[in-house]
DNA sequence: CACACCCATGACAACGTCGACATATTTTTC
DNA sequence: GAAAAATATGTCGACGTTGTCATGGGTGTG
């Protein structure tokens, strides 16, 4: 039951324990025999390095902690973790996950959680975009923030989507099309998102010249997020109803957007013939699941973590960051629920 | 930058380390005063156990790995993670996450890392529901395996959900309202469950005197996981054209209910009214957003993550384990989306 | 051939913690 | 009031690894 340790492996091998220590991590001076001799015994007794006897002596962990409100155990924002986890691998880097469930008693906890476990760095992670200020507990280990930042500004660097970028695409992306009447169904306020969204509709449909007459904007859902009154259905309805009804809904995410299909569905409308309609998250499983197609801004999730990882790592090895608040861009993805409006 | 250490805080308390390390551990012989001022001492200094030197010297992490092909980097089974850790956190044990994305190299490479960690056990979690043997790499550590059994059987502990039970419910609920006439939107066949279900389904409306005639089954979804046909929207619409069109239609999972939604309604039919229909999973994200809100059988997510890790704990404390494979129930979720059916 | 130098290896201590054992102090028991 | 038991604290070494320094042999230089 027992591990076998390097001491085993030295004997095994004929050679000092420290012997065995250098050619397990590469390094010089040792001779292509000795080295062959002692991989062969490694292979043989199945040793595998003890990480705590590595960290306890040389103070560094090589390990990563995330800590999020909610992302790893809601199905929303998980391909940040994904894209951490893809650059971890690849550099040989362990990942602690820990989820507050946005009590913050269990945020200090986590903290101290991380630092019995000595991490080299944490990654501050939201399931949306939102600033917060991390209850540290008053420590100051390397941290990086993802998908937020802190009230205090320039205190922490953090690397955000650009939701203003997207939502702009978006409504180009129907203008260009020939849309000149268009709704827009609001996200909760509470999201960062929801202001940045609508600003950008807001001044790129008036770049275009469209006037507030034009618009029809409502909104979609308020309310403490995962408890929120659900408008959307009733909105979009009422938005279609009109005689002078929008040729394309701008909906605030993917997932309201399942209602605004079926609301123009109960009226008889074809989509997209009759309305077009956008997303924005592409949330995979509704944007492939709306027949046709959901035309969407992709959240760039997965770079924001891998970006995230790469940053924190920089950060650790004592480069200085600059730019403490980055953003990443949202691409367009083009399905089928848009079509040309000809007026 | 250094961490303080048992050593500095037993000078500043002006005992010997020892009984800074019975303080930390909460052991007796220990006079309250001492305590006390040890206590104090921890606190003044900020002091925070090391967790690896203490497992180097007791070896016990007190670290669970989870292993999964998918789960943490992906919408579906993340509750699992969810109840892990809700029960990781509430018994002081760690959690090291690590996704093999299908590859068993990966696999390979994980097994190591999670035994140069020194972890207690693994738990083994598949997205969905399938018979997959762990590539360990031929290591024995207590394993329990989450949403899915191994091919050999009797060799690993697993726990899964009961979806045959489950689409059994569904079933039955919709008979007891009357639907005599009921359409059935097959998952992958690929996929576990989907065989389980669909026999539930058959068994059930054949025990309450439907005929295959009464039944109109078709194929939703085949080929590769992650790449698959789709051909929901299209079924759906089909079995929705037929004269003796069903009453209420079963759907493989809650996903594939957004296109029959979609479906129905291009027809112009009224949901509940024309046409009931249920889902399976309860993936709220889909369940609560169309409208009306789909009635469906939860996945015992959540259940099982908790339930499995309690069970790995025991094994780990070797207890014996008899019932080899255990089934969690589905608990069906009644929302709107089905109506009484008046014959 | 004496010197410096590079290469290959080993001896040993130290990291932070806890278990085994020893010692000192107090309380209980008869 | 002495022996026994229970309580309170300390000393020391070990866990598995790596950093520091030492050693020994080989090679080249003048």
């Known amino acids: 039951m027992d591990m076998v340790s390097i001491v085993s492996v030295a004997k095994a091998a004929g050679v000092s324990n420290k012997t065995v220590s250098r050619v397990i991590n590469g390094e010089p001076y040792v001779t292509e025999e000795t080295r062959e001799r002692v991989e062969k015994a490694i292979r043989d007794l199945g040793y595998i390095p003890n990480m705590a006897a590595r960290l306890i002596r040389s103070s560094r962990s090589n390990t990563f902690g995330i800590i999020t409100d909610y992302v790893s155990t809601t199905p929303y924002s998980v391909d940040i973790v994904r894209g951490i986890q893809d650059w971890a691998n690849a550099n040989g880097k362990t990942i602690l996950i820990a989820n507050t469930g946005g009590s913050s008693e269990r945020e200090v906890e986590i903290w101290k959680m991380f630092q019995s476990h000595r991490i080299d760095g944490v990654l501050y992670v939201t399931m949306y975009r939102r600033i917060v200020d991390p209850v540290t507990g008053d420590v100051s280990i390397p941290t990086v923030m993802i998908n937020c930042r802190p009230q205090t500004r320039e205190l922490l660097p953090s690397i955000e989507p650009d939701d203003y970028q997207g939502a702009r695409d978006l409504t180009r992306y129907l203008l260009e099309r020939g849309h000149r009447r268009i709704g827009y169904i609001r996200l909760n306020p509470i999201l960062l998102g929801a202001e940045l969204r609508l600003d950008a509709f807001r001044r790129t449909t008036s770049e275009f010249g469209l006037t507030e007459n034009d618009l029809s904007i409502s909104l979609g859902m308020d309310g403490p997020v995962g408890a929120e009154n659900n408008y959307v259905f009733a909105a ?27 609301a123009a569905m109960a009226l008889g409308l074809r989509i997209p013939e009759d309305v077009s309609i956008v997303g924005f998250d592409d949330f995979r499983t509704v944007t492939m699941a709306l027949k046709p197609e959901l035309t969407t801004a992709a959240l760039p999730y997965y770079d924001l973590g891998r970006e995230g990882a790469k940053w924190l790592n920089d950060l650790i090895a004592g480069e200085k960051i600059y730019p403490v608040s980055r953003v990443v861009s949202c691409k367009l993805v083009e399905r089928s629920s848009v079509a040309f409006n000809p007026h």
């Open 236 to 262: 979009a309805t009422e938005m279609l109803k009109q005689d002078d009804r929008p040729t394309a809904i701008m909906s605030g995410n993917d997932e309201m957007a399942i209602q605004i299909y079926i």
